[in-house]
């Protein structure tokens, strides 16, 4: 039986856990292959957590940074702890550890505690019916080389998502039908109503300062599942995503907020890419669309979340031009997912145009090393 890991970063809110299990109990979905791995903070209420899933009946654990770092310790991989920085959504790096240790989980998810899914979606298991996918599908393109996961209402919103690239916009979008097997999608990018996942820069634009846009986004604005042609980037966004096993190696959740730079909001946006260009190579695939979530972004400071992305603006618009020329090397390597990363860190080491994309490249490479220590195929 194919068992799924759920991974929800979370401090302030067990409700979410209610959402996502009253969704699967609505579509018989079997809650026994689901595992929740919660990951919060010493301070929160752990117990609140757990109380739900025993009210659930579903297996799990809470972990806080206390947990961390026992479990750490004790598969004598705590030399590697800064891969995970401290009070930072991009914990959820400690996720894909504990998925790797595993090899039990066949897929994950990754799930934002400010979401809730739209209940006339199977959530898990339309997710995992993606992964699975066989059949003709729409394949978009653009003449920037990047796809805009917005676009198919552009004309009514004029959105584009948090991480897009102020120099890859105004595109021309091509759409081609073309048939993939099953196999070749490895993540299932569920995208979202209501609030829209975008950088401070559009929101202030917007002329919203409490972190949310004035803008909304409806289901009629997503008409059809798609996928983002080879060669072409695409933003991700790690609030409602399921993934396959084997993309582990590839998926390192980039070191925000806890770092000199005090740089963040960019972890989830620039492993998407890493793994983007990775499946370029492997003729692997991005699902983007349903199962839609309702994102429920909580009020916050505009101006905060600006001064955490604006010192990572530039590496932004340099990072995939920066890893877009990859060469595939027929080394000893049987994993070829850690073989391309590993090419993409030194890329990121020594092409890096700032000192941050460097200073991401050498905890890829980290990432990377810890890898080939646990990863279980």
């Known amino acids: 039986m194919n068992k799924s890991i759920v991974i929800i970063p979370s401090v302030r809110n067990p409700d979410v856990i209610n ?36 009210d659930y009946g579903v297996d799990g654990e809470v972990y806080g940074e206390s947990e961390r770092n026992i479990f750490l310790k004790e598969n004598n991989i705590d030399k590697y702890s800064d891969l995970i920085p401290k009070r930072s959504h991009a914990e959820t790096t400690f996720g894909l550890i504990y998925m790797a ?36 599908i729409e394949e978009v393109s653009s003449d920037k080389n ?11 919103h004029k959105l584009y998502p948090r991480g897009y690239p102020y120099s890859k916009t105004n595109e021309t979008i091509k759409i081609n039908k073309t048939f993939i097997k099953k196999g070749q999608v490895f993540v299932s990018q569920g995208l979202w109503t209501n609030i829209p996942d975008l950088d401070a ?46 993309i582990i190696p590839a998926f390192y959740q980039f070191p925000m907020d806890d770092n000199p730079f ?53 590496s932004n618009e340099a990072f995939s031009d920066i890893i877009k020329d990859i060469q595939y090397e027929n080394r000893f390597d049987k994993n070829k997912f850690l073989q391309l990363t590993e090419l993409i ?20 490479n980290k990432y990377v090393d810890l890898m080939r220590e646990i990863y279980i195929e």
């Not at 092409?351 to 941050?356: H, Q, S």
């Open 19 to 54: 959402a996502y299990l009253e969704n699967a109990e609505k579509y018989d979905f079997p809650k026994d292959t689901l595992f929740f791995l919660i990951i919060t903070e010493d301070f929160a209420d752990k117990s609140a957590y757990k109380n739900r899933l025993k």
């Open 101 to 136: 240790k595993n090899k039990e989980f066949r897929y994950g998810f990754f799930i934002d505690d400010d979401t809730m899914p739209e209940n006339s979606f199977d959530y898990f298991g339309m997710h995992i019916k993606n992964l699975e996918f066989e059949g003709e």
């Open 146 to 156: 990047w796809v805009n996961v917005l676009y198919q209402n552009f004309k009514s």
């Open 201 to 246: 820069v559009r929101i202030l634009m917007d002329g919203d300062l409490n972190g949310q846009s004035k803008t909304r986004l409806h289901r009629d604005d997503f008409k059809n599942n798609f996928i983002t042609a080879r060669d072409n980037f695409q933003t991700i966004c790690s609030m409602n995503l399921a993934f396959r096993r084997e």
């Open 262 to 314: 005090g740089i963040g909001r960019f972890d989830d946006i620039w492993s998407g890419l890493v793994v983007k260009r990775v499946l370029d190579k492997m003729d692997g695939y991005i699902m983007n669309g349903a199962p839609l979530c309702i994102h429920n972004k909580a009020p916050r400071s505009t101006f905060k979340d600006l001064k955490a992305e604006a010192p990572g603006y530039e």
């Open 345 to 364: 860190a030194r890329k990121l080491i020594n092409d890096g145009r700032t000192e941050f994309i460097k200073y991401c490249g050498q905890y890829l």
